[in-house]
């Protein structure tokens, strides 16, 4: 069994930065490709990023290519989303995911999942 605790959200301006952290209870976080997804108010959750055991190999949907960028550090059991340029549309509860296969674009991919933490994007 995995816990994830998600924190490192909040109300940020425009163009502004935030970065999100999980940490990950067990001693087997290196076993799991990690994700990021977001749901926004009466949309459905939808993928962010990812990234495999290792942090090889990460993945990032089309909108967020060139301001996010996801990391880990496995002796911290933690996985970073580091969110530039946000924008109004990033809006949204972001949820971070584990997976013991490879990472995957769809959220049934994912065995684990965190409480979600809030981030508005506002003036």
């Known amino acids: 069994q995995v816990q994830l605790v998600e924190s490192g959200g909040g109300l940020v301006l425009p163009g502004g930065s935030l970065r999100l952290s999980c940490v990950a209870s067990g001693h087997t976080f290196r076993s799991y490709a990690m994700a990021w997804f977001r749901q926004a108010p009466g949309k459905e959750r939808e993928f962010v990023s990812a990234i495999n055991w290792s942090g090889g190999s990460t993945y990032s949907t089309d909108s967020v290519k060139g301001r996010f960028t996801i990391s880990r550090d496995n002796a911290k059991n933690t996985v970073y989303l580091q969110m530039n340029s946000l924008k109004p549309e990033d809006t949204a509860v972001y949820y971070c995911?584990?997976?013991?296969?490879?990472?995957?674009?769809?959220?049934?991919?994912?065995?684990?999942w965190g409480q979600g933490t809030q981030v508005t994007v506002s003036s």
């Open positions: 995911a584990a997976s013991i296969r490879v990472y995957s674009v769809n959220a049934y991919g994912y065995d684990y």
